[in-house]
């Protein structure tokens, strides 16, 4: 593929959520020409990923959290609402979506979702700076080589508009200035079900077409064991009852684990607490540490309770987690590694339960069929041992508890193993290859994810960048656990992408700009100087930032131009108060920089709600300032 005339290029790997998301910022955030490659090794997962491509999500799967919480831009939180109400394409719909008002707090089909990215992507493309350009390829990259020009990316299969590009469709090699790897979730291959992988009875992956064909032509008296009790599995039995079926489901879980049931007119909001400061103190061991946790976390909901009456019971939990997030990282610290992999590993599906719910359009269906005596649904406490063919065509289940050992003979087993988040033991080629050249690490503390810094670029073994490529999504869970004490799937799900979108975006735009100009060297330099520059400038310097936050905002390009002339200007008047050891050409770029920096910090601030965050950024309409 060859370069549109010689502008610096950025490759994002894998379009799904996270690889949209990015490259939609890409060609929002650029001022300069820029050539943006989207490539998606499977057609049917662009613009969408694993969870919302519309083959494998019927119209009754539907977001887990309230419509009001999908946009994908976390400066925007009713963009997502206002497009389905008023731009999505409804033909084709079935009721009750087509003739339906979306609101914030209610349900939307998961299948949407893939069309409302799409579109914004189409938009930031329209409306992308002169000479920034996108190109949606397909392929599957399967080896990195860093050379001093760049990244050599070698692609099996390579087309744009369907036509062979480059080398041929076997394999090509692309040069990027800067990688994104936005490769999304990993299917995780427990030793216990090597024997049925392919077994007509058993369903690997329950978000593929050919596993919704299958549930829908079960006959309803059959017999279902869905293995996992995390909210994916709700989406299978949830389908299965609301055609009707009768037969037993068998809901599956290691811990027991069900997840809450969102309140009416539920908002996701942000409560002050102090710190857990028990959690602070040495690690001693497990059952110590786990006694100090039961105490802190029993004082932190009373008193979200006793001071937050407005908070619902239901979500209070949740809203103690989401106010430890902060004082995580320093009681991680203490915890030494292999005790931390087992915490989570223990306790990883009940944090999830504590950070997140899921909407009453799933539960309630759910909830009816679980709690009669007689009720189709049972939930199965234990771990699954094996799984085995049985005479009959069907598949026995062994599942091992303290108490008992049980065999649940199925006539459909549906697995719901989670995603592998160990990355040793992935079998793409890719991740072979760049765990071989130490190009990526996996997460030493956690064992999830790999090593990336702050702004998410991959780490070596010695925590130097491995080069121009960075990282969004759940690659980051590791680092999202230990630096940003984030938990369950707040780790790599949409909220995190909004924010791994922005700032990589920012990084691989202000890499290749400082790269052009042979100004990278002086980065370090003028942070050195950046205190001085906002003690100096203090009105000035947050005057910029400002702009430069609604710069990266802005959808429409006539609306950053302007804002970027504002800037420009902002920028110069910063220079002149300024004294710094450069040229003032090198000056100038190095503090616009700066300020882009402190623009994505304050885009990215989790400590506070998207509407707290408009009304600090002065992005806020009337319907923001009336709540």
Same mark, same amino acid.
């Given at each position: 593929m060859s370069r549109t005339g010689m502008c610096p290029r950025v490759l994002v790997v894998g379009a799904g959520l996270a690889g949209t998301a990015t490259a939609i910022r890409l060609l929002r955030f650029a001022r300069s020409p820029l050539e943006v490659v989207l490539l998606e090794r499977r057609s049917d997962y662009r613009n969408a990923g694993v969870a919302y491509h519309r083959d494998g999500n019927p119209w009754d799967h539907?977001?887990?959290i309230q419509a009001g919480r999908m946009s994908a831009f976390r400066e925007d939180v009713l963009d997502f609402v206002r497009w389905a109400n008023h731009e999505a394409d409804r033909r084709g719909w079935p009721e009750p979506w087509a003739g339906l008002e979306f609101v914030e707090q209610g349900p939307a089909p998961r299948?949407?979702?893939?069309?409302?990215?799409?579109?914004?992507?189409?938009?930031?493309?329209?409306?992308?700076?002169?000479?920034?350009?996108?190109?949606?390829?397909?392929g599957e990259a399967v080896d990195l080589e860093i050379r001093p020009t760049g990244v050599e990316v070698t692609v099996r299969q390579l087309s744009t508009g369907g036509r062979p590009a480059g080398e041929g469709p076997e394999a090509a090699v692309l040069l990027a200035d800067h990688v994104v790897l936005a490769t999304g979730l990993e299917q995780r291959d427990p030793p216990?079900?090597?024997?049925?992988?392919?077994?007509?009875?058993?369903?690997?992956?329950?978000?593929?077409?050919?596993?919704?064909?299958?549930?829908?032509?079960?006959?309803?008296?059959?017999?279902?064991?869905? =293995?996992?009790?995390?909210?994916?599995?709700?989406?299978?039995?949830?389908?299965l009852l609301r055609r009707g079926h009768t037969g037993r489901i068998h809901l599956i879980s290691r811990t027991g684990t069900m997840f809450r049931?969102?309140?009416?007119?539920?908002?996701? $909001?942000? =409560?002050?607490?102090?710190?857990?400061?028990?959690?602070?103190?040495?690690?001693?061991?497990?059952?110590?540490?786990? $006694?100090? =946790?039961?105490?802190?976390?029993?004082?932190?909901?009373?008193?979200?309770t006793r001071e937050h009456p407005e908070v619902d019971p239901v979500v209070v939990a949740e809203r103690v987690a989401k106010a430890w997030e902060p004082h995580l990282p320093e009681a991680i610290d203490r915890i030494p590694s292999a005790e931390l992999r087992g915490l989570l590993d223990e306790f990883g599906t009940a944090i999830a339960a504590f950070r997140v719910g899921a909407v009453e359009y799933t539960m309630s269906v759910i909830e009816r069929a679980l709690h009669p005596a007689d009720g189709p649904v049972r939930l199965v406490v234990g771990r699954v041992a094996e799984i085995a063919p049985t005479g009959s065509g069907r598949l026995a289940v062994s599942v091992v508890a303290p108490a008992q050992r049980q065999t649940i003979e199925a006539d459909l087993v549906?697995?719901?193993?989670?995603?592998?988040?160990?990355?040793?033991?992935?079998?793409?080629?890719?991740?072979?290859?760049?765990?071989?050249?130490?190009?990526?690490?996996?997460?030493?503390?956690? $064992?999830?994810?790999?090593?990336?810094?702050?702004?998410?670029?991959?780490?070596?073994?010695?925590?130097?960048?491995?080069?121009?490529?960075?990282?969004?999504?759940v690659l980051r869970e590791g680092d999202e656990i230990v630096r940003n004490g984030r938990t369950g799937a707040f780790t790599f799900n949409l909220a995190a992408i909004k924010n791994h979108s922005i700032a990589v975006a920012a990084r691989a735009i202000e890499q290749v700009e400082l790269r052009e100009e042979d100004l990278a060297r002086n980065m370090a330099q003028l942070h050195g100087h950046l205190g001085n520059i906002e003690e100096a400038t203090r009105t000035g310097f947050e005057d910029a930032v400002l702009l430069e936050a609604k710069r990266l905002a802005t959808?429409?390009?006539?609306?950053?131009?302007?804002?970027d002339a504002r800037l420009d200007a902002q920028l110069r008047s910063v220079g002149e108060l300024l004294t710094l050891p450069m040229d003032a050409f090198r000056s100038d770029r190095l503090i616009r920089a700066a300020v882009n920096r402190a623009a994505v910090e304050r885009l990215t601030d989790i400590s506070v709600t998207p509407r707290q965050l408009r009304r600090q950024l002065g992005l806020a309409d009337a319907e923001d300032l009336e709540d």
């Amino acid at each position: 593929m060859s370069r549109t005339g010689m502008c610096p290029r950025v490759l994002v790997v894998g379009a799904g959520l996270a690889g949209t998301a990015t490259a939609i910022r890409l060609l929002r955030f650029a001022r300069s020409p820029l050539e943006v490659v989207l490539l998606e090794r499977r057609s049917d997962y662009r613009n969408a990923g694993v969870a919302y491509h519309r083959d494998g999500n019927p119209w009754d799967h539907v977001f887990n959290i309230q419509a009001g919480r999908m946009s994908a831009f976390r400066e925007d939180v009713l963009d997502f609402v206002r497009w389905a109400n008023h731009e999505a394409d409804r033909r084709g719909w079935p009721e009750p979506w087509a003739g339906l008002e979306f609101v914030e707090q209610g349900p939307a089909p998961r299948r949407i979702f893939q069309d409302y990215l799409a579109d914004r992507l189409a938009e930031a493309r329209r409306e992308a700076g002169p000479g920034v350009v996108l190109i949606e390829a397909d392929g599957e990259a399967v080896d990195l080589e860093i050379r001093p020009t760049g990244v050599e990316v070698t692609v099996r299969q390579l087309s744009t508009g369907g036509r062979p590009a480059g080398e041929g469709p076997e394999a090509a090699v692309l040069l990027a200035d800067h990688v994104v790897l936005a490769t999304g979730l990993e299917q995780r291959d427990p030793p216990f079900a090597t024997g049925v992988r392919g077994h007509a009875a058993f369903v690997r992956n329950p978000y593929s077409a050919s596993a919704v064909s299958r549930l829908e032509a079960l006959p309803p008296e059959a017999t279902v064991a869905i =293995v996992g009790s995390v909210l994916s599995a709700y989406d299978s039995a949830g389908l299965l009852l609301r055609r009707g079926h009768t037969g037993r489901i068998h809901l599956i879980s290691r811990t027991g684990t069900m997840f809450r049931t969102y309140p009416g007119g539920h908002e996701h $909001g942000v =409560v002050r607490l102090p710190c857990p400061k028990t959690l602070l103190e040495p690690y001693r061991n497990r059952e110590e540490f786990l $006694g100090r =946790v039961r105490t802190e976390w029993e004082t932190a909901c009373s008193a979200v309770t006793r001071e937050h009456p407005e908070v619902d019971p239901v979500v209070v939990a949740e809203r103690v987690a989401k106010a430890w997030e902060p004082h995580l990282p320093e009681a991680i610290d203490r915890i030494p590694s292999a005790e931390l992999r087992g915490l989570l590993d223990e306790f990883g599906t009940a944090i999830a339960a504590f950070r997140v719910g899921a909407v009453e359009y799933t539960m309630s269906v759910i909830e009816r069929a679980l709690h009669p005596a007689d009720g189709p649904v049972r939930l199965v406490v234990g771990r699954v041992a094996e799984i085995a063919p049985t005479g009959s065509g069907r598949l026995a289940v062994s599942v091992v508890a303290p108490a008992q050992r049980q065999t649940i003979e199925a006539d459909l087993v549906v697995a719901n193993f989670g995603r592998e988040s160990d990355y040793l033991r992935v079998g793409q080629a890719l991740w072979r290859n760049l765990l071989r050249k130490g190009i990526a690490v996996p997460h030493a503390r956690t $064992g999830r994810g790999l090593e990336v810094d702050g702004q998410g670029a991959l780490l070596t073994a010695e925590g130097e960048p491995a080069g121009p490529i960075s990282a969004v999504g759940v690659l980051r869970e590791g680092d999202e656990i230990v630096r940003n004490g984030r938990t369950g799937a707040f780790t790599f799900n949409l909220a995190a992408i909004k924010n791994h979108s922005i700032a990589v975006a920012a990084r691989a735009i202000e890499q290749v700009e400082l790269r052009e100009e042979d100004l990278a060297r002086n980065m370090a330099q003028l942070h050195g100087h950046l205190g001085n520059i906002e003690e100096a400038t203090r009105t000035g310097f947050e005057d910029a930032v400002l702009l430069e936050a609604k710069r990266l905002a802005t959808r429409t390009r006539n609306e950053r131009e302007l804002l970027d002339a504002r800037l420009d200007a902002q920028l110069r008047s910063v220079g002149e108060l300024l004294t710094l050891p450069m040229d003032a050409f090198r000056s100038d770029r190095l503090i616009r920089a700066a300020v882009n920096r402190a623009a994505v910090e304050r885009l990215t601030d989790i400590s506070v709600t998207p509407r707290q965050l408009r009304r600090q950024l002065g992005l806020a309409d009337a319907e923001d300032l009336e709540d």
